[in-house]
């Protein structure tokens, strides 16, 4: 069996390595290309997206013909089969739904609404995950092992999404999951998906020559997602059939490095008022690069790290011991933690609202509406100095009496990423409370958003906007030259040394409608609506 595996493995790694440079010639006609967009897409050029079409094209043709050319396609119980022809058909949707999104753009909860139907599919098929013995206590999930299926397959799903935002990350991710699995399915007699896993570890291999950095073909939404679909079912298949701890947390491990990655994206997303499906560059492969590393030096150190959970998940498998899982994922987040690589940003956060929502259980009656004054700075990314643009918008505040005010800066394409909230004294409640969000725009990219909430008797919006804009006005010079130097704060003339090429503010224009975020025309433009 051994032998079939490495011929496996070698056989989609030779198929990968021409299919590749094959679906590279198709992708350009079709427009299955991804451009750069100078805001978060900073290649030099435009790059295929064909990685997922070569995973699932290679991974069931070899495995398919293995399969059958070693007797074991057609093996098996009954509802084993069915399980890989759910597996088959929920891949081929999902992959159809990541071509959409690379082509055309789907929004969040399209793709989510996709993810969701292809785990349904897998449910459907035969997938399940009822029970576990951890340390002699057996644990029956009952009505929540449906709920458990669905958070694990959309969890996995996501979380390599999530990772694939540079080169090479989510490709060697998919390598070294893949490649435990196939072992752990080996050891656990599983030789189906042993040959699976082997042929999707040897694609992602061949495939990994061309998403090496710098990269000339990319993944894609079609390419992250199946990869972590299909460890999502394949873990269910050969790692927590067994009713032991070791079978619960031996995919955990396997996953760990995403799954904290996915974890701390949530955090940092929703305490910073922002979607969920947002995008930001606070993700481990962006803290790496910040750090000073290059890209490829940071996806040695992340091939280290997920090494490190993937060799204890495998051995906790093995031997069927649990411990080996934990101390493999204790290992990684005591080594982001000390080398201060992950995680500070968002226990911060977490800090900081876990304090207000514990002082707010101490306040009743009328006290509710007296409270201190409340700032959150964060500095996501970047060493750019904001302070004078945030202490004029806290001013602002005080000095109108407005209940909440939120400045988020986000400039990817000069690595500079900065949040921060501001919370009156005084809480009026929301019975007669206003909100208007003001996008604000340099040039031709939207830079970031001004969130303002405020009291109708206290604060009138036709009272408060008007000024407001007229600050932003004020501003201008300072945030401009922010974005343009690197180190010093820009003076109160608007100078820093050199004169400020302050473009003209278009913010006088304001649209009833506050979802607006059309792009101004205008070039060198710093515009504001609301």
Not at 14 to 28: G, M, N, Q, R, T
Not at 302 to 315: D, E, K, M, Q, Y
Not at 399 to 425: C, M, Q, R
């Amino acid at each position: 069996m051994i032998t079939t595996l490495l011929v496996t493995f070698a056989i989609a790694l030779a198929a990968s390595l021409v299919v590749v440079p094959v679906l590279k010639l198709i992708a350009v006609p079709i427009g299955l290309i991804d451009h750069p967009d100078k805001r978060r897409k900073l290649q030099n050029r435009p790059i295929p997206l064909v990685g997922g079409i070569a995973l699932f094209l290679v991974t069931v043709i070899v495995s398919c013909c293995v399969m059958a050319w070693n007797g074991l396609l057609l093996i098996g119980q009954p509802a084993e089969r069915l399980e890989l022809v759910g597996l088959v058909i929920a891949s081929v949707l999902l992959m159809l739904v990541g071509i959409a999104d690379d082509r055309f753009g789907l929004r969040g909860r399209q793709k989510l609404f996709g993810q969701i139907v292809a785990a349904s599919i897998l449910i459907a098929f035969g997938f399940s995950f009822d029970s576990t013995v951890i340390y002699g206590y057996r644990i029956h999930f009952g009505h929540f092992a449906l709920l458990i299926m669905y958070a694990w397959i959309l969890g996995c799903i996501n979380s390599v999404n999530l990772l694939d935002g540079a080169d090479g990350f989510a490709t060697s991710l998919g390598i070294l999951i893949a490649g435990g699995l196939c072992v752990i399915s080996f050891f656990s007699g599983h030789h189906q998906d042993a040959i699976i896993t082997g042929a999707m570890c040897g694609a992602l291999v061949g495939f990994l020559r061309f998403n090496f950095p710098p990269a000339s073909a990319y993944l894609g939404d079609a390419g992250s997602m199946l990869i972590g679909m299909l460890v999502a079912a394949i873990a269910i298949r050969s790692a927590t059939k067994e009713p032991m701890a070791y079978a619960l947390f031996a995919p955990i491990a396997l996953l760990a490095i995403p799954l904290i990655d996915t974890g701390a994206a949530i955090i940092r997303r929703r305490l910073t008022g922002k979607s969920i499906y947002s995008t930001d560059r606070g993700h481990l492969h962006h803290t790496l690069i910040r750090k000073g590393l290059s890209p490829r030096l940071a996806l040695l150190w992340f091939v280290l790290l997920c090494s490190t959970t993937v060799i204890g998940a495998t051995f906790s498998s093995i031997y069927r011991q649990s411990e080996y899982a934990f101390i493999s994922i204790a290992a990684v987040l005591c080594c982001l933690i000390g080398f201060k690589y992950f995680g500070f940003l968002e226990f911060k956060l977490l800090s900081d609202k876990a304090k207000h929502v514990g002082k707010s259980f101490f306040v009743f009656g009328k006290t509710k509406k007296e409270s201190k004054e409340r700032q959150v700075k964060i500095r996501l990314q970047g060493n750019r100095n904001w302070e004078y643009v945030w202490s004029s918008t806290t001013e602002f505040a005080k000095k109108y009496d407005l209940n909440e005010i939120v400045l988020d800066l986000d400039l990817p394409w000069i690595h500079e990423s900065f949040h921060a909230t501001y919370h009156g004294s005084t809480n009026h409640g929301e019975d007669n409370e206003w909100t208007a969000e003001i996008p604000l725009q340099s040039t031709d990219r939207i830079i970031g958003r001004i969130l303002l909430k405020a009291n109708v008797h206290l604060a009138p919006t036709s009272e408060i906007l008007p000024k407001f804009l007229d600050m932003l006005t004020d501003l201008e010079p300072y945030l401009l030259a922010t974005i343009e130097t690197k180190d010093k704060l820009p003076s109160s003339d608007g100078r820093n040394g050199k004169p400020v090429q302050a473009a003209s503010l278009s913010a006088s224009t304001i649209d009833e409608d506050a979802s607006s975020n059309q792009v101004s025309d205008h070039a060198d433009s710093f515009d504001v609506r609301v």
